[in-house]
C-alpha cells in the first residue's frame, strides 16, 4: 500500500537503525491542577483512574525482557508527580532495565518538582532523568514558579514548555524573557485544534514560532519517493499536521513503542485511541489485567498504520517505512533483533541431537558422513544432547508463553528406557502439545514407550511409506519397514485423536503404474477422518536425484530420471483421491482426468468435491448416530456450529450446554431454548466445535470432534 503523500520512510533522524524503545505510560487521571483547558478529558469523563502497581510492576518486566539498545521513559498523567507509586516505578525501571542508555522523562506541571524530585533521582541509580514542565498561568504565581524551578537545581535536565495561544504574544514573551533570566531551558509549542488541525496566527506570533531555538532541534525525517528528505521540528510539525500522515506504512508501534493507560490497557501507540474511537479498532487494545505483555505477540512486530495524522512525539519518531528494503537495520524478516525470536511464535522448536540413524539412499545424511571419512572424521549417527540442557531450555520456552514444542530431531532416539523417562519427565515438567518425529518400531515394540507419548501430549507424527510396495521401499528407498507395522501404528495413533501424517516420494521414471497402482491401494487402507481432513494428511515429494546420493550411485544415473514437474503433480493429484472418496469415485475421476487437457486444473478441482461429499456424508452419520440422544457442545459459539446446529435438532437432539462451560446457553437465534436442557449426566457424548481438542479428548477416552480441536478445557478433566 502506497503511503499517499508518497512518504517511503520517517522516524528520528537520531536513532533510525538503532533499536530504541519508547513507552508513554499514563499513570493516573488525577491532576492536582484544574486547567480550564485541560486536554486530559478522561479525568472529567472516565473518573479518576490509578493505574495498578502490579499491572505496572509486570509491564515493566515484560518490557524490559526485549532487551532492547535503548530505553526512552515518558511518564505523564494527570499530574505523574502525585501517583503514589512514582518512586517506585523509577525503582523498577532503574533495576530490570540492564542497558544504562535509558531516560525517564515526566510531562508534569511543576508543582511537586521539589517535593518528589531529589527521591526520583535517588532512585534512578544513574539512570538519566528529564523533566518536561508545561506552564499553567491560571495555577501558579510565575515569578515563584520561575523561584522554585532555579532553586531545585539540575537544570540541565529541565525544560519548560510554553504554549503560545492565539492571542497570548505579549503574555508569552513575558514568560520567554523570565525563564531566560533565570537560566532555565523554554520550548515553545503552538496549540492545535480538534484532530491536529492548525490554528490562525497573525504574522508577529508565526515570526516568533518560526525563529524560536525550539525550531533548531529537529525531531523527525520524512523520506519521499522523489528522492529528497524533509526534517520537522516541534513547531514545524504542529503548524503542518497535513504532512504527518503515514497511512499505509510499516509501523514499529507495538515492537518499538507502547502506550499504557491508567485502567491497565495497552495500545501500540497513542493516535490508536483516535482510530478506536473513529473505527472501533479493538484489535489494536489489551488488557494488562488480563494478561501479561509477554502474551502478546502482536505487540512484538510491525504493523500497517491506519491512521491519517500522528501526533504524538514518541510514536512520530518510531520507524517507518513503505518497502521492506528500508525497514530499519535491526527488523529483519519480521524479528527484532536484541531479544530471542524463539519466543516470537507460539511454538518453541529444539534438538535434542543432532544427526540420523535412517539410512535412506535419497537423503544427504549418508553422503555428509562420508564427505566427513573422506577428511578422516568419523562421525556417529545421531549425537545426542544432555537431558537436563534440554530440560533447561524447554522450561525457559514455557516460561516465556509458548504454546507448543517442536522436536526437530530428524529421529529422536535412545534407549528405549531412557526414552520413556524423557517423555514420563516432560509430561511432569513441561506438559505441552509437542511434535517429534519417532522411530515407529521402537514405538510399536515397546507398549509403555508409546504410552508415554501419548500421555506426554504428542500432537503429530509422520509415517514414512515413501513407496506404493515393500519391495520399492526396502530395495530402492532403503527403508527396510513393514507396511503392516505402520499401518498399525497409524490405527493406533488414529484411534487415540494425534494427527499423522503420511509421506510418499515418487516423481521419477522409478515410479511404475505396478507400483502407483499398489500405491493407491495403500493410500486408501489407511485411516482417514473426512470430518477432520487435516488430522490424516497424505504429503507427496517429488524426488530429485543428486549426483552423490546412495540412490543415484547405485541405480545409475541413466536409469533414474526426474519426471516434468506437471507430470509428477498429475500423478500426485491422481493418489491422492484414494485417500478420501471411494474406489469407484477414485476410478472415475482418473479416467475424466485421462481426457482432460488440463489434468491438474481438472483434479483440483474434483477433489475438492469429492472431499466435500466425503464431509457431508460423515456428517450425516455423526447426526444419526446422536440422533434423540443428549449432547454436550464445546467450543466457541462458532457460526459452525449455528450452521449445523439445525440438523441435529431435526434429528431430535438436544443440547446441553456449550462453549466449555455446563449450562452456557446459546443464544443465536437459531436455537430454540426447548432444545437447551441443564440434566445431563457423566455418559453423555461430547461433541466438539470451535478451536482445539483432540489432548482432552485422549485423556477423556470420549467424545467426537467436527471441526477443529480447542483450547482451555483443563478444567474439565476432573468433571469429566
Known amino acids: 500500500m502506497n503511503n499517499p503523500l508518497g512518504i517511503t520512510r520517517a522516524g528520528s533522524g537520531k536513532d533510525y537503525n538503532t ?159 523570565l525563564f531566560d533570566t533565570h537560566g532555565i531551558k523554554t520550548i515553545l509549542q503552538p496549540v492545535t485544534g480538534n484532530g491536529g488541525e492548525p490554528v490562525e496566527y497573525c504574522p508577529e506570533e508565526l515570526d516568533l514560532l518560526n525563529n524560536h531555538k525550539t525550531v533548531e532541534i529537529k525531531h523527525i525525517f520524512h523520506d519521499y519517493e522523489d528522492g529528497h528528505r524533509e526534517e520537522f521540528d516541534r513547531i514545524t510539525r504542529t503548524l503542518h499536521p ?34 478506536l474511537n473513529k473505527n472501533n479498532w479493538e484489535s489494536w487494545f489489551y488488557n494488562l489485567s488480563q494478561q501479561r505483555l509477554r502474551d502478546i505477540p502482536e505487540l512484538n512486530r510491525a504493523r500497517v498504520c491506519p491512521a491519517k495524522y500522528c501526533s504524538c512525539l514518541t510514536f512520530l519518531q518510531t520507524p517507518k517505512w513503505s518497502s521492506d528494503d528500508l525497514a530499519p537495520g535491526f527488523y529483519k524478516k519480521g524479528t527484532i533483533c536484541g531479544h530471542d525470536p524463539a519466543y516470537d511464535n507460539s511454538t518453541f522448536c529444539i534438538l535434542v541431537g543432532r544427526g540420523c540413524i535412517g539410512k535412506c539412499s535419497y537423503c544427504a545424511a549418508p553422503v555428509q558422513k562420508e564427505m566427513y571419512a573422506e577428511e578422516g572424521h568419523i562421525l556417529p549417527s545421531y549425537r545426542r544432547r544432555n537431558y537436563a540442557q534440554v530440560f533447561e531450555e524447554l522450561e525457559a520456552a514455557k516460561a516465556n508463553g509458548i504454546k507448543n514444542i517442536f522436536f526437530k530431531d530428524e529421529y529422536l532416539v535412545d534407549e528405549t528406557s531412557r526414552l ?34 501419548l500421555d506426554a501430549g504428542i500432537q503429530d507424527l509422520t509415517l514414512g511409506f515413501q513407496a506404493g510396495t515393500e519391495q520399492m521401499a526396502k530395495n530402492v528407498y532403503g527403508r527396510p519397514h513393514d507396511f503392516a507395522d505402520l499401518k498399525t501404528l497409524a490405527n ?94 477414485a476410478m472415475e475421476a482418473q479416467d475424466m482426468a485421462a481426457q482432460c487437457p488440463d489434468k491438474i486444473e481438472f483434479l483440483l478441482k474434483k477433489s475438492e468435491q469429492l472431499r466435500k461429499k466425503a464431509w457431508f456424508d460423515a456428517f450425516g452419520e455423526l447426526v444419526d448416530e446422536l440422533a434423540g440422544k443428549n449432547i454436550i457442545v464445546m467450543g466457541e459459539a462458532t457460526p459452525d456450529f449455528v450452521n449445523l446446529s439445525p440438523h441435529f435438532l431435526k434429528a431430535g437432539t438436544k443440547i446441553i450446554a456449550h462453549a466449555g462451560f455446563p449450562g452456557y446457553k446459546l443464544d443465536h437465534g437459531r436455537i430454540d431454548p426447548k432444545n437447551i436442557v441443564t440434566d445431563y449426566g457423566p455418559d453423555v457424548p461430547l461433541v466438539f466445535f470451535g478451536t482445539a481438542a483432540y489432548r482432552f479428548m485422549s485423556k477423556m477416552k470420549r467424545g467426537l470432534a467436527i471441526k477443529n480441536p480447542m483450547h482451555g478445557l483443563a478444567e474439565f478433566t476432573e468433571r469429566f
Open 19 to 177: 533499536n530504541t524503545f519508547r513507552c508513554n505510560i499514563n499513570v493516573s487521571d488525577i491532576c492536582n491542577f484544574s486547567c480550564s483547558y485541560c486536554i486530559n478529558s478522561a479525568s472529567k469523563t472516565k473518573g479518576k483512574r490509578i493505574l495498578d502497581k502490579g499491572i505496572l510492576d509486570g509491564f515493566i518486566e515484560d518490557v524490559a525482557a526485549r532487551k532492547h539498545e535503548r530505553y526512552l521513559f515518558a511518564i505523564a498523567g494527570g499530574e505523574p508527580l502525585i501517583y503514589p507509586h512514582i518512586v517506585f516505578l523509577v525503582e523498577k525501571i532503574a533495576q530490570t532495565v540492564e542497558t544504562d542508555n535509558v531516560v525517564i522523562r515526566f510531562a508534569t506541571n511543576g508543582s511537586r518538582l521539589c517535593a518528589t524530585g531529589q527521591k526520583l533521582y535517588a532512585a534512578a541509580k544513574g539512570k538519566r532523568l528529564r523533566f518536561s514542565i508545561s506552564v499553567h498561568l491560571e495555577q501558579i504565581d510565575l515569578e515563584q514558579f520561575a523561584t522554585d524551578i532555579k532553586k531545585f537545581g539540575h537544570h540541565e535536565d529541565i525544560s519548560c514548555k510554553i504554549l503560545l495561544a492565539p492571542g497570548k504574544l505579549d503574555e508569552c514573551l513575558k514568560m520567554l524573557e
Open 242 to 275: 497535513e504532512k504527518i500522515n503515514y497511512f499505509g506504512m510499516q509501523c514499529l508501534a507495538g515492537a518499538n513503542s507502547l502506550r499504557l493507560a491508567p485502567d491497565g490497557s495497552v495500545a501500540p501507540c497513542f493516535g490508536a485511541w483516535s482510530i
Open 420 to 453: 520413556t523417562a524423557f517423555f514420563r519427565e516432560y509430561k511432569t515438567r513441561i506438559d505441552l502439545p509437542f511434535k517429534a518425529n519417532l522411530h515407529f518400531g521402537q514405538l510399536l515394540k515397546s507398549p509403555a514407550l508409546l504410552d508415554a507419548v
Open 492 to 585: 493406533i495413533l488414529y484411534n487415540e485423536h494425534v494427527p499423522v501424517q503420511y509421506h510418499f516420494v515418487s516423481g521419477t521414471t522409478l515410479n511404475t503404474e505396478e507400483e502407483f497402482a499398489a500405491k493407491c491401494a495403500l493410500i486408501a487402507s489407511l485411516p482417514y477422518d473426512a470430518l477432520l481432513p487435516w488430522r490424516t494428511m497424505l504429503f507427496d515429494f517429488q524426488f530429485f536425484p543428486q549426483p552423490k546420493s546412495l540412490m543415484t550411485r547405485e541405480i545409475g544415473a541413466g536409469a533414474l530420471k526426474r519426471l516434468p514437474a506437471r507430470e509428477w503433480a498429475s500423478q500426485a493429484l491422481r493418489a491422492q483421491l484414494w485417500h478420501f472418496a471411494t474406489p469407484e469415485e
